[in-house]
Structures are given as C-alpha cells and as structure tokens.
C-alpha cells in the first residue's frame, strides 16, 4: 500500500487524459478526491465515476474565482495538490499570437504558481507536511518546433519545482515534477500522425506512453515510499529524452 488512503488530493485537469487517469488511481489508493476542471460535457459522468469520494470545482484554474473556490476546500485539509491542467496553442514565433503566448503561460505555469501558493500556505498550517506535484513535459529538456509558449511553461515549471522545494522542505512539503513523452491522450491525438510515428520511433520502447502510466508516477512520489524525494523531475517517457 502507498498510504493514500483518506488522504486529500487535489487534482487540476482531471476531466480528460493523464488527469482522469491520475484521478483514478488515486481513488483505488482510497483517497478522497477534489478534482478541478473546465465546465466539460464529462462532469456528470466523473462524478458516477468517483463514488462519495469527490468534490468537483468546474471552471477556469486561471481564474479568481475558481482559485478561492479551490482555497475554501483546501480549508478542510489538502494532502495532496496534483497541478496536472495545461493546455497547448501551438505556432511558430513569427505566427505566435499574444493570445497564445499569454493564454498558455496563464495556464501551465501562472495558475500552478497561485495553487501552490494557497495549498503551501494550508499545508504548513495543518503541521503534517504534504505533496505538490507539478507537470512538466520532456519538450522542457529539449525544445519542440512551434511550443516555443508551450515549452518555456514546461522549463519554467521544473525551475520552480526546484525553487519551491528549497522554500518548502522545512515544512516537510515535498514538491516534484513529472516530465511526461508523448502519452495517448486527447491533447496528443491533435497532432499529425506522422508526428507519433515519429515520437513512437524515439522511444526505446517504440511506442506512445499511457495515461496510467503517468498516473503511476504521481501516486507513487505522493506515496511514502518516495519520503526523501524532492526537487526532483522524474522522466516517465519510455526513454524519449535519449534522443
Ligand atoms: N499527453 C502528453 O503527451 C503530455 C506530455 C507531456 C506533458 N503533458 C502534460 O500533462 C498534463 C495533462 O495533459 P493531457 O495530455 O492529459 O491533456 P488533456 O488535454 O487530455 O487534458 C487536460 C485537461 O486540463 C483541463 N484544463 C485545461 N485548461 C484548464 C483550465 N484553465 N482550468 C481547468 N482545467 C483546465 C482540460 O479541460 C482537460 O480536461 C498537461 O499539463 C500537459 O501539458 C502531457
């Protein structure tokens, strides 16, 4: 056992793909789930999906109102916060709008700053430590052709990875990162075909990872099992970042 159980876990994006899959292991670990999503067509469907074990936030994690809604449950104790929402809005520079530089910096790394923020803050308080766990994305070691947006987000997170577990480790709050490969979720069946093919190739393993394959990683650096780990990113992308 992981020692999750009636733990409180926060979990951002988890409506779709790695979050869905994050939140699903983490209910048959026992946990009781605050899971936190855009208004989608899913939300009757995740809250059949989670038993008496779940409160969910719909709406924007960028925005105020979502944030105190976010800080209010975290009043009732957090364990747990699982910073997994992030979006993509791909171009290359001279085609890069504000619009999408600012929205995906708003969401991948703004918002995971502002809910760390007031999740820390309650963590020190309850006195019994806790775990942030951030999304990264291999593209943060080696850049991607039009991301330049989406992968400045992606280092930035594992940087503040590092920063936050140097400020927050008194405490006993462990704060890590996982830097996901090409995983088959919705935001990557976006991409051309012949780029999986191409990422496929890149792995060691010649395939795409799986959503619970990503989940597995956030369970078991939540777990005690991974007491002594922090500051760390942990790669879980079948050897892509080899090259
Ligand atoms: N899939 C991959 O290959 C891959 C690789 C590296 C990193 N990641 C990262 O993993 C995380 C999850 O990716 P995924 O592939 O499961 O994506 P996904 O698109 O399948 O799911 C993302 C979820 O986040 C939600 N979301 C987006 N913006 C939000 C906002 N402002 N407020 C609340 N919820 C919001 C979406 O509604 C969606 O349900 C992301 O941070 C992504 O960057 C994914």
């Known amino acids: 056992m992981l020692g999750l159980t009636n733990k409180r876990v926060f979990i951002t994006g988890a409506a779709s793909g790695i979050g869905r899959a994050t939140a699903e292991r983490f209910y048959k670990e026992g946990s009781e789930l605050v899971l936190i999503d855009m208004p989608t067509l ?73 809910l760390t923020r007031l999740a820390a803050e309650k963590m020190k308080a309850q006195g019994r430590g806790g775990v942030i766990l951030n999304a990264a994305s291999v593209v943060a070691h080696y850049g991607n052709f039009g991301q330049a947006n989406y992968s400045a987000t992606k280092a930035g997170v594992i940087a503040m990875t590092k920063t936050l577990s140097k400020e927050l480790g008194k405490d006993q709050i462990r704060v890590n990162a996982v830097a996901p490969g090409f995983i088959a979720t919705p935001m990557v069946a976006k991409m051309p075909e012949k780029v999986l093919t191409m990422m496929e190739e890149k792995s060691p393993l010649r395939r795409l990872g799986k959503p619970e394959e990503i989940a597995a990683a956030y369970a078991f650096l939540a777990s005690d099992d991974a007491k002594y780990i922090t500051g760390t990113t942990l790669n879980v992308d079948g050897g892509t970042i080899l090259g």
Do not use: C, H
Not at 84 to 90: E, H, K, L, V, Y
């Open 42 to 114: 899913e939300a009757a469907e995740l809250q059949s999906l989670f038993p008496n074990k779940m409160t969910y936030i719909q709406g924007d994690v960028t925005t105020l109102d979502v944030q105190n809604k976010i800080k209010a449950e975290a009043e009732k104790g957090i364990d747990v916060l699982v910073n997994n929402a992030g979006i993509t809005r791909d171009a290359t520079l001279l085609k890069m709008t504000d619009e999408q530089w600012d929205s995906v910096i708003a969401v991948n790394l703004t918002a995971i700053f502002k």
